[in-house]
């Protein structure tokens, strides 16, 4: 087994902890690159938080009453699927995150928001008003940026400069997903009931065979005692803001945390995208990790061979490049709600 290992290189860009950023050409501070993503909406509401100084856009029943039946029919597709499984009794060790790890129940993501900066119109929108964060205003019922909590605009502004941050530094590929592994290094306990693709002694060989770093907090906190030490970075709750980047699988998953977090701020577009962004990340994730999962349809991707490294490191850039631009629109409506503050 030892034979398949590759000494660990530093040759997948620059990492985190170092000073190498991204230049201002690769995302604009103002808007996203052009064709980012395909639109769920129509295009009626846009992809860049509006401008409050310029006032709320109004959007009568006839134009957003549409918009919440798409959601509700784009995101009752993997909703109800979660719903069956519970009903039959089956735990799933890839979806079942969404809704354990995540705080987001599915009933808050099935519901629908316009987000910041529009107001609806039509008795249809009184139910809003029964929702957290919404009022009435002469140009119809919209979602409120006044009268937050000392507590509330402290986490939006530590948010922004979080994603700022975060969008500001290189991304970094050179972890290949060891997190999930070292999650089990030499410990007997596992934390999914399906068996392992590899013995615990090739587990612990191929973990030793590399350089485990990890910069995600939330990863890293469920390293076993064994596996800790041997991590190039030991990240806390305090330095997340630090070490975030944008190459992290689990920085790029989080997107979903910090959408919802912001609702009905955010629109639930946006928070569909980034859930559903992932959703396929944790897909990606799981494949990745020592535990067999084929018989869920699920192949392995095998990061202890270079070539399920080369694998995972082009899911890795791919799932960055969707990210980005999801991650700059919460920027945008933060800097806009920030801004009023």
């Known amino acids: ?24 050409g690769i995302l604009s501070t103002t808007g996203l690159p052009s064709g980012a993503r395909k639109s769920h909406d129509g295009g009626v509401l846009k992809t860049t938080a509006p401008d409050l100084s310029a006032g709320l856009t109004i959007l009568e029943p006839e134009e957003w009453l ?5 959601h509700t029919a ?3 597709e993997w909703l109800d699927e979660h719903a069956a499984r519970k009903r039959r009794g089956e735990a799933h060790p890839v979806y079942d995150f969404l809704f354990t790890y995540y705080s987001h129940t599915p009933g808050q993501l099935r519901r629908w928001h316009p987000g910041v900066g529009y107001a609806l119109r039509g008795v249809e929108a009184e139910r809003f008003l029964t929702w957290r964060g919404y009022e009435r205003r002469p140009e119809g019922i919209t979602a409120r940026t006044d009268g937050m909590k000392p507590e509330r605009q402290a986490a939006l502004r530590w948010m922004l400069g979080m ?6 530094r ?3 590929y050179g972890c290949h997903g060891l997190h999930e592994w070292a999650m089990v290094y030499r410990c007997e306990d596992k934390r999914h009931p399906h068996p392992l693709r590899l013995s615990g002694e090739e587990i612990a060989a191929f973990v030793e ?5 990890c910069t995600h907090y939330d990863a890293f906190r469920f390293f076993t005692a064994a596996a800790r030490g041997l991590n190039r970075v030991q990240p806390e709750r305090s330095t997340t803001a630090e070490l975030e980047q944008r190459g992290c699988l689990h920085a790029n998953m989080d997107l979903y945390k910090w959408a919802y977090k912001l609702a009905p701020l955010t629109s639930s577009r946006l928070v569909a995208d980034c859930f559903e962004l992932a959703r396929e990340i944790r897909e990606a994730d799981m494949r990745a990790s020592p535990y067999d999962i084929e018989s869920l349809g699920f192949a392995p991707i095998r990061i202890e061979l270079p070539e399920g490294r080369e694998e995972y490191e082009a899911l890795q850039r791919d799932f960055t490049r969707r990210a980005d631009p999801l991650r700059q629109e919460l ?3 933060l800097r806009g709600v920030v801004h009023t503050l």
């Open 1 to 24: 087994m030892a034979s398949i290992f590759v000494p660990f290189q530093i040759d997948h860009g620059f990492p985190p902890w170092s000073n190498q950023s991204v230049g201002d």
């Open 209 to 213: 065979s590399r350089q485990v770093c």
């Open 170 to 172: 290189a991304p970094w």
């Open 74 to 76: 784009r995101i009752g």
């Open 331 to 333: 920027i945008e409506i």
């Open 163 to 168: 994603l700022e941050g975060t969008l500001s």
């Open 66 to 70: 549409p918009l919440e039946a798409a």
